[in-house]
């Protein structure tokens, strides 16, 4: 009894019964498992998931930690997430006098947040490297 070249099904026969194929020559041991672990490029987008918190995870965590781009948007998502709340307590205090405009201008920059938090993410999963203004150059130095 083999496995199958192609799906990795066990073969009884000449054919597999999961993809059909042919198996006259199946390898009688089990196919190579698939590589654990996260790419580059998908560490890099989960660094932004739940900003400060998975950012510092991947900086800590060893396989990522020593590749450049997981640390570079590692760094960038804790720097975007404490500039959030920097802006939020300042459109806070701005607009605490005027609740109805405050809470307009929270709202559209949450709205904003979320768009661009999403972008990075996608960006960053396809391996394009996005630089935000101001928080980038901070973490290109820190990396």
């Given at each position: 009894?083999g496995f199958c070249p192609d799906c990795g099904a066990?073969?009884?026969?000449?054919?597999?019964?999961?993809?059909g194929r042919s198996v006259a020559g199946a390898a009688?041991?089990?196919?190579?498992?698939?590589?654990?672990?996260?790419?580059?490029?998908?560490?890099?987008?989960?660094?932004?998931?739940?900003?400060?918190?998975?950012?510092?995870?991947?900086?800590?965590?060893?396989?990522?930690?020593?590749?450049?781009?997981?640390?570079?948007?590692?760094?960038?998502?804790?720097?975007?997430?404490?500039?959030?709340?920097?802006?939020?307590?300042?459109?806070?205090?701005?607009?605490?006098?005027?609740?109805?405009?405050?809470?307009?201008?929270?709202?559209?920059?949450?709205?904003?947040?979320?768009?661009?938090?999403?972008?990075?993410?996608?960006?960053?999963?396809?391996?394009?490297?996005?630089v935000v203004p101001f928080v980038g150059p901070l973490?290109?130095?820190?990396?």
């Amino acid at each position: 009894m083999g496995f199958c070249p192609d799906c990795g099904a066990r073969v009884e026969g000449r054919f597999c019964a999961n993809c059909g194929r042919s198996v006259a020559g199946a390898a009688p041991s089990r196919p190579a498992a698939a590589k654990a672990g996260l790419t580059d490029d998908q560490a890099a987008a989960l660094a932004y998931l739940l900003g400060a918190v998975t950012g510092a995870l991947f900086l800590m965590w060893a396989p990522y930690n020593q590749s450049r781009n997981v640390r570079f948007h590692a760094f960038q998502s804790i720097f975007l997430t404490a500039g959030w709340l920097v802006l939020v307590f300042v459109i806070g205090l701005v607009f605490s006098f005027w609740v109805g405009l405050g809470f307009a201008i929270g709202r559209l920059a949450q709205l904003a947040a979320l768009a661009g938090w999403l972008f990075i993410m996608w960006q960053t999963y396809q391996g394009h490297r996005v630089v935000v203004p101001f928080v980038g150059p901070l973490a290109e130095k820190q990396v």
